[in-house]
């Protein structure tokens, strides 16, 4: 929130931009205190595309799903030495939920943060887009 408030001043005066921030899917189910940090992160992005959009600024949102990251390995294998269970079960259990069947890559968030970074996206503003594999039920969110 800071980086897109330093940053909006000198957008601004381009007359172009695009920021971009990262939540998580949480924002889109309850009970989690990250969920209401997604949701307010969420609402901050909106608030930034109404105000910045008519500058010709896109302001987004990512909510990734379980993505895999450096920090993917060594946590998949304590929780299979907690549970007693081999690294390929724990990534089972975990993708199980996920209508792809498999954990994100981080290249897959990168990917879509690019996109939205080009000005192939100018219709594109005030979004939450969802990084998450088809995980959740709700046919719109």
Request: charged fraction near 20%.
């Amino acid at each position: 929130m800071r980086v897109a408030k330093a940053a909006a001043p000198h957008l601004k005066e381009g007359g172009w931009g695009r920021i971009i921030n990262i939540g998580g899917l949480a924002a889109r189910s309850g009970g989690a205190i990250s969920g209401m940090r997604n949701v307010a992160l969420t609402h901050f992005t909106k608030t930034l595309s109404n105000e910045l959009g008519p500058q010709g600024i896109n302001v987004n949102i990512i909510h990734p799903g379980a993505t895999r990251t450096e920090r993917t390995g060594p946590l998949n294998q304590a929780l299979a030495k907690e549970r007693n269970v081999s690294v390929k079960d724990v990534e089972n259990a975990a993708s199980a939920g996920i209508d792809i069947r498999r954990i994100i890559e981080s290249e897959e968030v990168a990917f879509l943060a690019a996109f939205l970074a080009s000005p192939k996206s100018s219709a594109i503003t005030g979004e939450a887009i969802a990084a998450g594999g088809g995980v959740g039920s709700a046919v719109f969110q």
